[in-house]
Every structure is written in C-alpha cells, then in structure tokens.
C-alpha cells in the first residue's frame, strides 16, 4: 500500500502546483476572481477518471446488463465526485496560499 500512498502524495503536489500555476495566468491578465475557477480547475481530474470509466466500461470490462451497468457507472459517479470535491478543495486552498503570499510581498508607497 506504500505506493499508492506515494501517488496519492504525487497527484495532491500535482494538482496544487497546475492550480497555482493557472490561477498565475489568471492574475496576470487581471482577472481577479480565482476562487471557483481555482476550485473547477483542480477539481476537473474528477471529470478525467469518469471519462476513463466509460473506456474501461467498453473496452476492457466484460459487464453487461442493467444492474451491473447503473452499479458501475453510479459507483464511479460518487467516487469521481469524491476526487472532484477533493482535488478541488486542494487547489483552492493552495490557491488561496499563493495569492496571499503574493499579495503579502506587494509593498506600497
């Protein structure tokens, strides 16, 4: 289980950075409401894993059926709405740091 727990570590360093990075890009062209858009951004994996399950519904599992369909596919809704809530939580808050510490450094006259 230790690898995993390292990927876990790799995905939420990950995250946090592409949402630093983009909430940059965000200030730099002035626009200055980041919050939600902090919180789509790093949230969006979310919508990436759901994608992949109806690939790996299709191509590589042998399910069939009603029941083992709306199981699978609401199963991973509410894993992948997990991940969203999470990774979305992540790149706010690390967000949220960024954007404090920039603007802590600004010194006015």
Known sequence: YSILFIVFIIL?????????????????????????????SGGSTGFFIYGYCFYYYYARSDMSGFLQTSFYFGYMLIICYAFFIMLGTVGFYSSLVFVRHIYRAIKSD
């Open 12 to 40: 939420i360093i990950v995250t946090s950075f592409i949402t630093i990075a983009l909430t940059y890009f965000q200030l730099a062209v002035e626009d200055h409401e980041w919050w939600w858009r902090s919180f789509f």
